[in-house]
C-alpha cells in the first residue's frame, strides 16, 4: 500500500479526494489535514472515519511523510507549499498549471517551478511534482485535442455547476443569486483559455458559465474542419476507461457523469454551416478535480491508472 495525506481536507476538492481515498484498493490514509477541523474527530466530515481518527492542521499533514499529497486549497496556499522531498504532490489549484513563464506570472503572478502538467488522456505528467487541470480546461481539452492538426481556433462555451466556485460563500455563490439564474463570467478572459491552449495548441474564444445545478460541467465547442471527426476521435480514445465517445448522435447528459470520474462525448456536423460541434460532459469535481487527481496519483505511483476511480453507473 502506498499512504495518502490530504491538504485542505474540508474544502470541495478536499473531501472528493478524501471519498477516493478512502474507496482506494492500494492507497492508505496517512493523515488528513485541515485548518478548519483541526482536532476535530473525522466523522466531522465523513461518516466512515471514526473517532479515533482526527483531523491534523496542514503543515502537520504536508510533513507526515506519506508518499503522495493532495493539495486542496486555494491559490494562494498553493503558491505558498513547499514540496517535501522525495513525496509525489498533485496540486489541485491552478497556479502551477501555466508552463509559459509570461503567462503564469500574468495570471497568477508566479514564476513555474519544476511542475509538470498531467491531464493523462492528453498530455501526461512527467515528474513528482503535478498541476492537476481546471475543469473547464479538462473538458474543453478532452473535446478538441483530437482535432489538433485539424483546425487553428474554436469556440468554447462552457458551463459549471456551482461547486466549481468552492465551498466558501461569495455573492457570486449565494443561493439567491445563483438558483433559477444563468450568468456568464469572466467573458473573454478567463484563466482556464491559456491553459486549454497550452494543452491542445490552438487558441479558444472561451465563456464559462454558472449553472444553477451542484455539479457538473458541460463544454460545448465550435470549429471549422473538413475532416470526419470520428475515426480520429474513436482511434485517440480507444485505449480510456475514462473518457466514453458516444455513439452517432449520442449527446452527452450531465446527469449521466455527475458523482463519476468519468468523461462523455458526443460528436455532431451543423447543418447550415457545416462546422464540427463537439460536446463534452464532466463532473467539476470528479474528472475536472479529485478523479483526475487520483488518476494522476496512480500514475506516479506506478498503480492501476483507474484504481479507486468512481467510473460505473448511470444516475437519473
Ligand atoms: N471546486 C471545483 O470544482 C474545482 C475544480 C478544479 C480545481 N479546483 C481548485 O481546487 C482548489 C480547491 O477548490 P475547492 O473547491 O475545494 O475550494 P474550497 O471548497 O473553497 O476549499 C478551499 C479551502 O478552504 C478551506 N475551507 C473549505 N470550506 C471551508 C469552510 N466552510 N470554512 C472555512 N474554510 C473552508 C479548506 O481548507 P482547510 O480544510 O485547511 O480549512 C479548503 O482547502 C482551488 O484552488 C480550486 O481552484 C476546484
Redesign the pocket.
Known amino acids: 500500500m502506498k499512504t495518502a495525506a490530504i491538504?485542505?481536507?474540508?474544502?470541495?476538492?478536499?473531501?472528493?479526494t478524501l471519498d477516493r481515498v478512502l474507496g482506494h484498493p492500494g492507497l492508505s490514509l496517512l493523515a488528513a489535514?485541515?485548518?478548519?477541523?483541526?482536532g476535530q474527530p473525522g466523522s466531522v466530515l465523513d461518516p466512515r472515519l471514526d473517532d479515533s481518527f482526527t483531523?491534523v492542521?496542514?503543515d502537520e499533514a504536508a510533513a507526515s511523510g506519506a508518499d503522495v499529497i493532495f493539495l486542496?486549497?486555494?491559490?494562494e496556499?498553493?503558491a505558498a507549499f513547499q514540496p517535501p522531498a522525495g513525496a509525489v504532490v498533485i496540486d489541485?489549484?491552478?497556479?502551477h498549471r501555466l508552463l509559459d513563464q509570461t503567462l503564469a506570472q500574468r495570471y497568477y503572478k508566479l514564476t513555474p517551478g519544476a511542475w509538470s502538467y498531467g491531464l493523462p488522456e492528453i498530455s501526461p505528467a512527467t515528474g513528482p511534482l503535478i498541476a492537476?487541470?481546471?475543469?473547464h480546461a479538462?473538458t474543453a481539452a478532452l473535446a478538441l485535442a483530437p482535432a489538433r492538426g485539424l483546425t487553428s481556433k474554436a469556440v468554447v462555451d462552457s458551463k459549471?455547476?456551482m461547486?466549481?466556485?468552492?465551498?466558501?460563500?461569495k455573492p457570486t455563490s449565494h443561493a439567491g443569486f445563483v438558483l433559477e439564474n444563468l450568468s456568464a463570467y469572466a467573458v473573454g478572459s478567463h484563466r482556464h483559455a491559456p491553459e486549454i491552449e497550452q494543452t491542445i495548441g490552438f487558441p479558444v474564444a472561451f465563456v464559462p458559465h454558472l449553472l444553477p445545478v451542484r455539479?457538473g460541467v458541460i463544454t460545448t465547442c465550435y470549429f471549422e474542419a473538413d475532416a470526419d471527426l470520428r475515426p480520429l476521435y474513436e482511434s485517440f480514445y480507444a485505449g480510456s476507461k475514462v473518457v466514453r465517445l458516444l455513439p452517432e448522435g449520442g449527446i452527452p447528459e450531465l446527469s449521466r457523469v455527475q458523482n463519476t470520474d468519468a468523461a462523455e462525448i458526443g460528436l455532431f456536423t451543423d447543418d447550415a454551416t457545416g462546422m464540427k460541434i463537439v460536446i463534452c460532459a464532466t463532473d467539476?469535481?470528479g474528472k475536472?478535480?479529485a478523479g483526475q487527481a487520483v488518476q494522476n496519483a496512480n500514475l506516479a505511483l506506478g498503480l492501476d491508472e483507474t484504481a479507486g476511480l468512481r467510473l460505473k453507473g448511470v444516475s437519473v
Do not use: D, H, K, M
Open positions: 491538504i485542505g481536507s474540508a474544502g470541495y476538492t478536499g473531501q472528493e489535514g485541515s485548518n478548519t477541523f483541526a483531523f492542521t496542514n486542496c486549497t486555494g491559490n496556499a498553493a489541485l489549484s491552478g497556479v492537476n487541470p481546471g475543469c479538462t459549471t455547476g461547486t466549481g466556485a468552492g465551498r466558501e460563500l455539479r467539476n469535481l475536472g478535480a
